[in-house]
């Protein structure tokens, strides 16, 4: 039976960074020389006089780390690190495979990527904030896969299918849409 030196072993975690400090914490840790990953996208963004594409954090707040139980301590360390991402009291360990994935996503410039962090659940109200249905407001029936949605439209007494990716949908509070025909 073989044993694992754990102290050796490195594993992918995720630390919590202060905000708007991802990019100082990931350039101090690549200066200590700790393996380091920040997702970034390129976005356009607007000033008054002007645009320019900048680089963004996919995920603010947060910066992947691949340790081993002897940089734990390190990292924390870190200025502007605030804490682990942690999972029953210990940090969460993130599998090869999907920071893997995670960066063979973000090679791919056919896509502008967003992450939600809003689950959704049939019976929620939802409305959608994006793309040629804007404003309309529905109740989510029914999730078929990731992009694809059946909603009900109260609005226009109808029920149909509208594949909407899920950054196009925000949830309601918990309000009643009010009924109206559109005639």
């Known amino acids: 039976?073989?044993?694992?030196?754990?102290?050796?072993?490195?594993?992918?975690?995720?630390?919590?960074?202060?905000?708007?400090?991802?990019?100082?914490?990931?350039?101090?840790?690549?200066?200590?020389?700790?393996?380091?990953?920040?997702?970034?996208?390129?976005?356009?963004?607007?000033?008054?006089?002007?645009?320019?594409?900048?680089?963004?954090?996919?995920?603010?707040?947060y910066c992947f780390v691949r340790i081993s139980l002897k940089d734990y301590d390190e990292v924390l360390k870190t200025s502007n690190v605030v804490c682990y991402i942690t999972f029953e009291g210990k940090a969460a360990i993130i599998p090869d495979q999907q920071i893997d994935a995670l960066k063979q996503m973000l090679k791919q410039q056919d896509f502008d990527v967003s992450v939600s962090h809003e689950t959704f659940e049939p019976g929620k109200q939802v409305e959608i904030i994006e793309g040629p249905m804007l404003g309309m407001r529905g109740e989510l029936m029914e999730i078929r896969g990731k992009n694809k949605f059946i909603l009900r439209f109260q609005q226009i007494n109808s029920v149909f299918t509208a594949e909407v990716p899920a950054s196009h949908l925000s949830f309601l509070p918990n309000e009643r849409i009010e009924n109206k025909t559109i005639h």
């Open 1 to 61: 039976m073989k044993t694992i030196n754990t102290k050796r072993e490195k594993y992918w975690h995720v630390i919590y960074t202060r905000s708007r400090a991802e990019k100082k914490v990931w350039d101090e840790l690549t200066i200590k020389g700790i393996e380091s990953f920040l997702p970034l996208q390129k976005k356009l963004r607007q000033w008054k006089d002007r645009k320019k594409w900048v680089e963004m954090p996919l995920m603010s707040g």
